[in-house]
């Protein structure tokens, strides 16, 4: 477990791909409690240590994951995440190019929880909900192409959703239309940065989740430097 940035309330790590943030019916190992772990050995707490959930990602992407040590800090992120306070950017690899160097995608989803995939329409149509999201082409190399994508809803699948409806599938992604799953069961998703005011000091606070351990991924890190 990667730490990215520690104060007294929040805490912000790196996901691998792979893990899963709360506890789920597979019965692995949370990152929730990773983190717990790893706060009781540092501050040698006795008994339990609080550590809070404020959002999450699919077991499959990588990136920024906030959890909170205080419950002042919980309620008030919990609200900030509810409000569309919070900032999160993400990128994502796919094997086709976008049909426009940047655009907005509108879609209605709706969640099937048998097979747990959404499915997207272009019209609203009964218990679908709205998706909102901008995709800006940022890097290129010989066989995919880099996407970086900014939210305006949190729906279930969202990103991996609206990018397969417009041919884009996310490399590895084998739900929504990807020829190929990547070796280690992973798709190409990471959330790379997120940025708030602290809910406590009133600080702007922007933190960036380094890529994944990969060559492919690598070398778009070093691109987007570059750029």
Not at 87 to 97: G, L, M, S
């Amino acid at each position: 477990m990667t730490v990215l940035y520690e104060d007294n309330h929040i805490i912000i790590v790196n996901k691998v791909p792979g893990e899963i943030v709360q506890g789920d019916k597979t019965g692995d190992q949370p990152l929730s409690e990773m983190v717990k772990e790893y706060l009781k050995e540092k501050y040698n707490k006795p008994g339990n240590v609080f550590c809070g959930v404020t959002h999450r990602l699919d077991r499959p992407t990588s990136g920024v994951v906030v959890f909170v040590k205080t419950s002042k800090a919980l309620s008030r992120l919990n609200d900030m995440f509810r409000n569309g306070e919070i900032d999160k950017t993400y990128w994502a690899i796919v094997k086709n190019r976008p049909p426009k160097e940047e655009d907005q995608l509108i879609h209605y989803l709706i969640k099937n929880e048998k097979t747990n995939k959404s499915n997207a329409y272009a019209n609203e149509k009964p218990h679908t909900k709205k998706a909102i999201l901008h995709y800006r082409l940022i890097a290129v190399s010989q066989n995919y192409y880099l996407l970086e994508i900014d939210l305006e809803t949190g729906r279930h699948h969202q990103i991996r959703v609206q990018l397969a409806k417009i041919g884009c599938p996310i490399k590895g992604d084998l739900k929504y239309g990807a020829a190929r799953s990547n070796p280690d069961g992973s798709i190409s998703l990471h959330a790379r940065t997120i940025s708030f005011i602290h809910p406590v000091s009133k600080e702007k606070i922007l933190v960036t989740a380094p890529v994944p351990n990969d060559n492919l991924w690598k070398s778009f890190e070093v691109k987007d430097a570059i750029l």
